[in-house]
């Protein structure tokens, strides 16, 4: 069972191993709101998962260290049971999803653990997993259903009542359950008063439907970017803790969160991936009231694929009003494309883009059309670009 005194005893044990993450201000994120980051995505191996694996791993039998142990994992637990395994000198055998982000398998493989790529996504290397332990007698380190994982994520709670001691709220992703299971847990045993909202990605909104309905849920299917969080089914002690101690669970877009990725880059120089921005993605979008209350974020991970960064920058500055798309409507004339780029160019807007065409079968023979890409300052720069070119007399074509 997990108690507020195994929550204390895993602080204890991780004292020596992960490092205490520190708390940034972070006002710009949503006006109006006092916003603070919990920097979990510059833990070591770049996520909490170290907590709940390494204290688990603790708490093992000098037979079950002989042995080794098996775990399934997105990524990030895998890195953690890879390093926890590491440290302590046992064998570890990880059960990846093949579409897991390279750099995550790579990162599993260079702390050492043997890796074993599974067709499928999480549920799926879960099911190998657990048929590789009955095989070879290995234990199986959940990264999430397990109460002294869910004690090692607890950890966090306890390092932000020392940091943060009057806050107002925490806002946490969700994808399993494990690390928000541990945070309300010890938040809510320790002041009852503190609100804990949940996060989840629209695409993969296992948790939230489930304790909406009141039973465990499985999904059909995930897509999301966050894949950190892209579970099917929670666990059945998260699902219990998240129903009795989390307050509200809300859902993000991949738009809102690229959005909140860009925000965190540009505004705070922190890398997360997609499940680490979950959380301020939330609180810059208005799914939870944050105003005039001291509220924490959670970043609880940074190992983003590098391969997929540029393509989330650019969703997040078209969510953001960064960048846009205009298709304008010309008559075919000389000076048209001048016209155009003076009324941009004198409203600050920067093409980046330029597609000139005739037009086609069904329009006017002397119509063409220009399809640009602009950076912009916001959304209402944008507006104010769009009113500027349909007063000269442009048709903008939505």
Partial sequence: ????????????????????????????????????????????????????????????SPEDKKKGVIACSAGNHAQGVALAAQKNGIKAVICLPDGAPISKVEATKSYGA??????????????????????????????????????????????????????????????????????????????????????????????????????????????????????KKPGTLTYELCSKYVDEIVTVTDDEISAAILALMEQHKLVTEGAGAVAVAAAMFGKIDTKGKKTVCLLSGGNIDVTILSRVITRGLLMSGRSCQLMVELVDKPGQLTNVSRIISELGGNVTSVHHERANEGSDVNGCYLRLVLETRNFDHIAEIRKALTDFGFKIID
């Fill in 114 to 231: 043997e890796v074993c790529l599974v067709e499928g996504v999480y549920d799926d290397a879960y099911n190998k997993a657990l048929s590789l332990r009955d095989e070879m007698g290995y234990t199986f380190i959940h990264p999430f259903d397990d109460p002294d994982v869910i004690a090692g994520q607890g950890t966090i709670a306890l390092e932000l009542e020392d940091q943060i001691p009057d806050m107002d709220a925490v806002i946490v992703p969700i994808g399993g359950g494990g690390l928000i299971s541990g945070i309300a847990y010890t938040l809510k045993s320790l002041n009852p008063n503190i609100k804990v909202y949940g996060v989840q990605a629209s695409g993969a909104p296992s948790m939230r439907n489930s304790v909406r309905d009141a039973h465990i849920e499985t999904l059909s299917s995930v897509a999301t970017i966050a894949d950190g969080i892209a579970v």
């Fill in 1 to 60: 069972m997990l108690t507020l005194d195994s929550v204390y005893r895993a602080s204890y044990v991780l004292k020596s191993v992960v490092r205490k993450t520190d708390i940034i201000y972070a006002p710009k994120l949503k006006p109006g709101s006092d916003i603070y980051l919990k920097t979990e995505n510059l833990q070591i191996t770049g996520s909490f998962k170290v907590r709940g694996a390494y204290y688990k791993m603790s708490q093992l």
